[in-house]
C-alpha cells in the first residue's frame, strides 16, 4: 500500500485528486494540508511514499518545503504555473500536472510514480538539487531554515551576514543566527549583489549594515558592522565593495 498526502491551498483541486485517486485502491491518503508549513511538518513526520504539491501555497512555497524535507517521497506537482515545469523534470520530479488536468493525465502521473518507487528511489540529495533547480525568484527574499524546534524563515532585509561553515552556513540577524546545509556560492549567487557582497571566502555581508571599513594590516581590512561584528575583508572583497559602494 502506498501511502500518499496531498498539499493544496484550494479545495475544489483538493477535492478532484481524493476523486481521481478513488480507483487506486493501492493508494491510501494519509494527510491533506492548504499550507507549506504543516505539509512540511507532515511529510518529515508521516514519510510518505508519494506527495502531491502545489507550488503556490501559503506561509511555505512548494520549493521552500523541497528544502526542509527529511524524508524523500516521489513528488508529483500540481500548479497552473508552467514556468516551473521543465526544471522540476529535469531534477527528478516524478511528474508535473498542469491544472486543469484530466483524469488519464493523472493516471499516468500515478503510473510513473509507482514505476519510480520500484526502480529509482528518490534520496534526499535529489530533493534537494531539485528545489535549487526549481529557485525562479531573481533573487532569495527569504530563507528557511529547519531548527530542532521549528521551522524558520528569514527575510533577507533581516540578515547581516553570512558565515562559512564547513558544509554549512552560519546566517546572523540581530536578534539570532541558524545554521543551513548549503554552500556561500549558492547564497552568493541568489542574493541580490546590490545588497549582498562577498567580502571574503568566508563572509557574504549586507552592504547597508557597514558602518565603516578599518585598516588591519598594510593589504587587508576589517569590515564593521552596525551590531559591532568585524568581519574580514579580502582583496577581490574590498575591491567588490569599492565597486558597489563608490568610494
Excluded: C, W
Excluded at 70 to 90: G, Q
Excluded at 190 to 206: E, G, K, M, T
Amino acid at each position: 500500500m502506498m501511502k500518499a498526502i496531498i498539499i493544496e491551498d484550494e479545495e475544489p483541486a483538493r477535492d478532484l485528486l481524493r476523486k481521481y485517486l478513488e480507483p487506486f485502491t493501492d493508494i491510501e491518503i494519509i494527510g491533506e494540508y492548504i499550507d507549506g508549513y504543516e505539509g512540511a511538518k507532515a511529510i518529515n513526520k508521516l514519510k510518505p511514499d508519494v506527495v502531491f504539491l502545489d507550488i503556490q501555497l501559503p506561509r511555505l512555497t512548494g520549493i521552500e518545503v523541497l528544502e526542509l524535507l527529511e524524508h524523500a517521497p516521489m513528488l508529483i506537482f500540481t500548479t497552473a504555473y508552467d514556468e516551473y515545469a521543465l526544471k522540476a523534470f529535469e531534477k527528478n520530479a516524478v511528474d508535473y500536472l498542469l491544472k486543469p488536468f484530466s483524469r488519464d493525465r493523472f493516471s499516468q502521473a500515478i503510473e510513473r510514480a509507482k514505476s519510480r518507487i520500484s526502480t529509482q528511489p528518490n534520496t534526499e540529495q535529489s530533493i534537494q538539487q531539485l528545489a535549487e533547480n526549481l529557485t525562479t525568484e531573481s533573487h532569495l527574499t527569504r530563507i528557511v531554515v529547519k531548527s530542532p524546534k521549528a521551522m524558520n524563515v528569514i527575510p533577507v532585509d533581516d540578515i547581516l551576514y553570512l558565515e562559512a561553515q564547513d558544509d554549512y552556513v552560519m546566517i546572523h540577524t540581530s536578534e539570532s543566527r541558524h545554521m543551513k546545509k548549503q554552500t556561500m556560492k549558492y547564497f552568493e549567487d541568489r542574493l541580490n549583489p546590490d545588497q549582498f557582497v562577498r567580502i571574503h571566502r568566508s563572509f557574504i555581508a549586507n552592504v547597508s549594515h557597514i558602518t565603516k571599513l578599518e585598516p588591519y594590516s598594510k593589504d587587508a581590512f576589517i569590515a564593521v558592522l552596525k551590531n559591532g561584528a568585524k568581519l574580514n575583508v579580502s582583496n577581490s572583497g574590498y575591491k567588490a565593495l569599492k565597486e558597489r559602494l563608490s568610494f
